[in-house]
């Protein structure tokens, strides 16, 4: 069996499955973060605030005026990050909420719930970076002034965004946004956490390459194991479609929170992904 990968030109050897090369090593090492291509629409609306402040984690705060935004779309890794080199086209969809983070000067996006439809993408982010990532697929289709994008779980449509575009606005100034996350793993035993839980905040470069803006429809259902449908939305939704290049930038400090127990509903409602009537 040929054992290689194709790692970028020098073409890094694995000596067998269970085990990367010392370059393959030295690479996640100096790691200074990750590019992304994505194509996607997205429905931003305010919802309610009692609403947010019961799932949003100790560590961020719910501002005055609360908003929500949902995204869907495809992304695939861009540019020269050897690992990821080639990577396909993976489902993407993201639940996120307005918050505020200590001393941060601009509001940060919490999202509670990210779906992918990679394996890779979903074991790296619960297993080794304690995230909120589970399985879920999505379409997208641009038909001229039109877009039509779904996500699925168990073949069933819980979120879909149905919206007429107006003209493509073109390259856009790149734009700074954060994420928040709250990282948490349990011990073998299932019973307690492992660390105490991470709040980690991310730098987000984005540089639009197209970018059109419209009116349209989000609508929001219930599943077997989401609840998408309890999400208030008040009032219009705006829409905006987005070709661009998403950069994460991790350079803001992480802070661990000692009360683990404050935090667990949080994390067992997310990651561990429990059936509704529980």
């Keep these: 069996m040929d054992m290689k990968n194709n790692f970028g030109k020098d073409n890094i050897i694995m000596p067998n499955p269970f085990r990367a090369s010392d370059e393959a090593c030295r690479i996640v090492a100096n790691n200074k973060g990750v590019t992304y291509q994505i194509q996607s629409i997205a429905a931003r609306f305010q919802t309610d605030r009692d609403f947010?402040?019961?799932?949003?984690?100790?560590?961020?705060?719910v501002p005055e005026v609360p908003m929500a935004t949902i995204t869907l779309g495809k992304v695939k890794t861009y540019g020269t990050q050897p690992i990821d080199l080639g990577y396909t086209y993976c489902d993407l969809a993201i639940i996120g909420f307005d918050c505020w983070y200590e001393d941060l000067p601009e509001r940060a996006e919490y999202t509670p719930l990210v779906y992918f439809n990679q394996e890779?993408?979903?074991y790296s982010g619960r297993e080794f970076l304690?995230?909120?990532k589970r399985f879920g697929e999505t379409e997208?289709?641009?038909?001229d002034d039109h877009v039509s994008a779904s996500l699925v779980r168990f073949g069933q449509s819980i979120a879909s965004i149905e919206?007429?575009?107006?003209?493509?606005l073109g390259k856009q100034e790149p734009d700074i946004t954060y994420g928040a996350h709250l990282k948490c793993c349990l011990t073998h035993q299932q019973n307690e956490m492992m660390y105490d839980p991470i709040a980690a905040v991310s730098r987000r470069i984005s540089k639009p390459l197209h970018k059109r803006v419209g009116t349209g429809t989000l609508k929001l259902s219930g599943g077997y194991k989401d609840a998408l449908d309890d999400i208030p939305v008040v009032g219009e939704c705006s829409f905006e479609y987005l070709e661009t290049?998403?950069?994460y930038v991790n350079d803001i400090p992480t802070k661990s929170w000692p009360n683990r127990e404050d935090f667990m509903p949080f994390y067992l409602g997310t990651c561990q992904n429990y059936v509704r009537h529980i």
């Design 245 to 247: 290049l998403l950069s």
């Design 130 to 132: 304690g995230e909120p």
């Design 163 to 168: 919206a007429d575009l107006g003209s493509d």
């Design 140 to 143: 997208l289709f641009l038909f």
């Design 120 to 122: 890779a993408v979903i």
């Design 52 to 61: 947010v402040h019961s799932i949003m984690p100790p560590c961020y705060k």
